[in-house]
């Protein structure tokens, strides 16, 4: 092995390329998710609202109100419209907050919540397969991986440098 001052300053600039290019990749990774879920949110804000017209599963917001219903079977009938609306209120948020960036750890946070609720919903409603065939489970998941990526770096940043 070459232990010459040339050898170990050519090593560690192979090494700090990859470094750099893992946190380029982690970093695409991260903007992936944050923009897949927040597409996947504003994605069905605007169905309910007919915007998808006859590519769309609901078409307009009665339509999702009862869909909410059947979701949400177990929940007395004078709640569905609040429901129905604190989801696309939370939704429309959400998918906004994503993908331009802001508070990404609590956003994340509060999308794997609403996730994993909806996916809870639709079990309880449908049976399990549901929520699985859907990737709720996977989707919450993958929301909560990016909050506890995110909250991570805020460790790593706030940690002091080592000599």
Known sequence: MNDT???RSEDASHDAAKIESRVTFERLGILYAR?????????AVADRFGLWGKHGA???????TQYTAQV???????????????????ELSLG??????????????????????FGTAMAISFG???PLDYSVFSASAGALLLALYQS???????APSQP
Do not use: E, H
């Open 58 to 64: 609901w078409g307009n917001f009665a339509t999702f």
């Open 96 to 117: 906004i907050l994503l993908i331009i960036g802001i508070w990404p750890r609590w956003v994340a946070l509060g999308a794997a919540t609403l996730l994993f609720l």
């Open 5 to 7: 001052p040339l050898a």
């Open 128 to 130: 399990i397969k549901s």
């Open 72 to 90: 949400n079977s177990f929940m007395p009938a004078f709640i569905i419209p609040f429901l129905a609306w604190v989801a696309t209120v939370a």
């Open 152 to 158: 991570g770096q805020d460790r790593r940043k706030a």
């Open 35 to 43: 923009i897949a879920l927040g597409a996947a949110f504003l994605s």
